[in-house]
């Protein structure tokens, strides 16, 4: 059994704010990108990278291009 600690929500919304430097509401990690201020395209590939290192998991790039939400990258990367 690991003892590593589960990547919760709030590490997520953590990381997010971190590595990509958006100051991102709790409202905001369930709400569509397009209330996301400041997102793009660009800010996913870093996420999805920063989110494989905290993690230690491969994320499904191509299900998360399909992703309307950080709270769905999340629940693609974590699966429950």
Known sequence: MSTRHAYSLDDFADTVRDELGLPLTDEQIAA???EVPEWDSLHLLKL???VEQATGRRV???R???ARSLKEIYELAVPA
């Open 48 to 50: 999805v990278t920063a």
């Open 64 to 66: 998360v291009l399909e």
């Open 32 to 34: 569509d990108f397009d």
């Open 60 to 62: 499904p790039v191509g």
